[in-house]
């Protein structure tokens, strides 16, 4: 058989081989007409339809994400919702329907048109992805419309594992895909930061993005293989078919190799919805539970729903520990249940463990939650957003006294280790003082990199500013990693850079112990981490390296060169 490769940007890593299936896009039956015999009343009132209906599906999908993925994920979603209240989207879509002459398809069409034009004429890479979600909110309001959900030539088949072809590949879509039966995407346009590729990193499968060239061709191909961390595709043999899956049985052998040797690599998560992928990519164990999803609805959580909640992903983890973070609600996390009032500046403000210090029965209550759910297996507890010895001492006293209440109620309780999260450079700073009081460390690199780089991790405009690997936070974690080691206590890294295979054998030569992740992101890391061997010499010239660099850019040229050995 002829070799035929086509290029494109690798989005999510892993590899990947089957049969091809096209998804094709909803096209709506629209005709663009001068008439004059619409209804205005009648057009309006069919676009508010749509409106509603659209955002009925949204919030089922957000709600759909939240409880696999957590609440940052799930605030695609939201941000598309928010655009159907958007006077420049919906807003001028019906001022022009007012004008008589058109029908709300054409209208919307013509709005979505100009609005993505616009986006793709921008420079910034992540505003051009931006046009994908404004055709996603379209293609919705197209279809309830027009009363359809797509014609059977649309829909997934019924059965078998696919490598997915699309021409673009929006959110909804690559939510209502059934994920365990797709064994990779492939993408006409689009890049790295669409937030289908950041789907498709979450759940773990391979995918490539700007497959423009010899598009149509590899349109026909039957079957393929296809590699998304290097950005190819070819045409393979029929009835060849393999997973991303299949590499990680294999991955287990590696786990007493190179730089794995007693590092644990372990998952965010952010609800017991997240254990299918704990378990797909070999997870060992937890080492973030985000508990903010359920606190996200109009009701606050009680004591028996926490408790199940928690005790779910403890059972299932063990042997393996399960941390969890208690409450980190504020910044850019919201729940309309604690009606908090508005902040000028949130990420400096009320959030996480100063809003529960503030609101002790809340705290104590999940505080219990998590004593209880302890004991269905090995269990630990982390307090985020500490910046002052008081606060620890606070928490830890709360962390007291709830035990005493959970036994006094009869309860079983289990053991708990006790850690801190380290965010605020004042916390990095004493880490010395801090060892003392806890029994690990878990460095928070979004936050400490916003607040020792003053950058809002939230504002584009500051985009090239957010450097986790800036050499002052590399010298910080360093920092923690050595205290927590005289302190005979162990340091994670739960943040981001956690899944930053570049950034792993840094990490690993300064002592880390545990990095915790996004669960499709641990296969690579793995890999870079077992099939790298340093000497403590090279470990240590290593770190010097990297903190003798003075910008970003350096320190990717030192870990480049360093991972090059493996």
């Given at each position: 058989m002829?070799?035929?490769i ?8 892993g590899?990947a081989?089957?049969?091809t ?5 909803f ?5 663009v007409e001068?008439r004059q015999?619409i209804?205005?009343?009648?057009e ?10 659209t ?9 759909q994400?939240?409880e696999?993925?957590?609440e940052?994920?799930a605030?695609?979603f939201g941000a ?7 006077p420049?989207f919906?807003g001028?879509?019906?001022?022009r329907?007012q004008k008589g002459?058109?029908?709300a398809?054409?209208a919307?069409?013509e709005?979505a048109?100009?609005a993505v034009?616009?986006l793709?004429s921008?420079?910034?890479p992540?505003?051009?992805?931006r ?7 379209l293609?919705?309001l197209l279809?309830n ?9 649309d829909l997934f ?6 490598v997915v072809?699309?021409d673009?590949l929006t959110p909804?879509q690559?939510?209502a895909?059934?994920k ?10 689009g ?14 499968i391979?995918a490539?993005a700007?497959?423009?060239?010899g ?5 026909l ?9 290097e950005?190819?595709i070819r045409r393979?043999p029929?009835?060849?078919t393999?997973?991303a899956a ?7 052998s ?5 730089l794995l ?8 998560v952010g609800s017991?919805?997240d254990l299918a ?5 070999k997870?060992q164990g937890?080492g ?13 959580p009680a ?12 059972s ?10 208690t ?8 729940a309309?249940a604690?009606q908090?009032p508005?902040e000028k500046n949130p ?6 463990l100063r ?5 002790p029965?809340l705290?104590?209550q999940?505080?219990?939650a998590?004593?209880?759910?302890a004991a269905?297996g090995p269990?630990a ?6 910046a002052t010895m008081?606060?620890?001492f606070?928490a830890?006293?709360?962390?007291r006294?709830?035990r ?24 990095a700073?004493?880490?010395?003082k801090f060892?003392?009081?806890v029994d690990?460390f878990s460095?928070?690199t979004?936050?400490?990199t ?8 939230e504002?584009n ?5 957010y450097?986790?690997n ?8 360093a920092?923690v ?14 943040g ?6 570049l950034l792993?054998?840094?990490?690993a030569a300064v002592?880390i112990?545990?990095l915790s992740m996004?669960?499709?992101?641990l296969p690579?890391?793995r890999?870079?981490?077992a099939?790298?061997e340093?000497s403590?010499e090279?470990?240590r010239s290593?770190?010097?390296?990297v903190?003798a660099?003075a910008?970003?850019s350096?320190v990717k040229?030192?870990l480049?060169?360093f991972s090059s050995k493996?």
């Amino acid at each position: 058989m002829e070799e035929r490769i086509w290029r494109g940007l690798g989005v999510s890593a892993g590899r990947a081989a089957g049969k091809t299936w096209y998804l094709r896009g909803f096209e709506a039956d629209v005709q663009v007409e001068n008439r004059q015999d619409i209804s205005v009343e009648e057009e309006m009132a069919r676009l508010q339809q749509a409106v509603v209906l659209t955002e009925q599906n949204l919030t089922r999908l957000e709600a759909q994400v939240k409880e696999e993925q957590g609440e940052e994920l799930a605030q695609i979603f939201g941000a598309h919702k928010l655009l159907l209240s958007d006077p420049a989207f919906i807003g001028e879509a019906q001022q022009r329907l007012q004008k008589g002459h058109l029908i709300a398809e054409s209208a919307l069409q013509e709005v979505a048109g100009e609005a993505v034009q616009m986006l793709r004429s921008l420079e910034d890479p992540y505003f051009q992805e931006r046009a994908v979600d404004v055709q996603d909110v379209l293609g919705q309001l197209l279809q309830n419309l027009q009363d359809s959900q797509g014609s059977s030539s649309d829909l997934f088949p019924e059965d078998g594992q696919y490598v997915v072809l699309a021409d673009e590949l929006t959110p909804a879509q690559t939510i209502a895909l059934p994920k365990e039966r797709v064994l990779g995407f492939v993408v006409r346009k689009g890049g790295k930061t669409s937030h289908a590729a950041i789907l498709a990193r979450t759940y773990g499968i391979p995918a490539l993005a700007g497959v423009a060239d010899g598009w149509e061709e590899l349109k026909l191909q039957l079957w393929v293989e296809m590699d998304g961390e290097e950005g190819w595709i070819r045409r393979s043999p029929e009835g060849q078919t393999t997973s991303a899956a299949r590499d990680f049985l294999e991955e287990e052998s590696l786990l007493d190799s190179g730089l794995l040797k007693g590092m644990v690599l372990a998952a965010n998560v952010g609800s017991p919805g997240d254990l299918a992928l704990v378990q797909k990519f070999k997870a060992q164990g937890v080492g973030l539970y985000r508990t903010e999803f359920l606190f996200m609805g109009e009701k606050l959580p009680a004591e028996e729903e926490q408790m199940a909640a928690y005790q779910q992903v403890i059972s299932a983890c063990a042997p393996h520990l399960t941390v969890i973070r208690t409450l980190d609600i504020g910044g850019d996390k919201k729940a309309p249940a604690l009606q908090l009032p508005e902040e000028k500046n949130p990420f400096l403000g009320v959030r996480a463990l100063r809003l529960t210090l503030r609101r002790p029965e809340l705290f104590r209550q999940q505080l219990r939650a998590i004593w209880r759910a302890a004991a269905s297996g090995p269990t630990a507890v982390m307090f985020p957003m500490i910046a002052t010895m008081e606060e620890l001492f606070q928490a830890k006293e709360m962390l007291r006294v709830s035990r005493d209440e959970v036994i006094q109620a009869g309860y079983p309780v289990g053991e708990l280790q006790v850690g801190m999260m380290i965010e605020i450079p004042s916390a990095a700073w004493m880490a010395d003082k801090f060892a003392a009081e806890v029994d690990f460390f878990s460095i928070g690199t979004n936050d400490l990199t916003q607040y020792m780089l003053a950058v809002d991790r939230e504002n584009n405009d500051l985009s090239d500013l957010y450097q986790p690997n800036h050499p002052a936070v590399l010298g910080m974690i360093a920092r923690v990693s050595e205290a927590g080691l005289r302190a005979g206590i162990w340091t994670g890294v739960c943040g981001e850079a956690g899944g930053d295979a570049l950034l792993a054998p840094f990490f690993a030569a300064v002592g880390i112990k545990e990095l915790s992740m996004a669960a499709g992101s641990l296969p690579k890391v793995r890999r870079v981490l077992a099939n790298l061997e340093l000497s403590t010499e090279e470990k240590r010239s290593l770190v010097d390296a990297v903190l003798a660099c003075a910008t970003a850019s350096e320190v990717k040229d030192v870990l480049q060169r360093f991972s090059s050995k493996s």
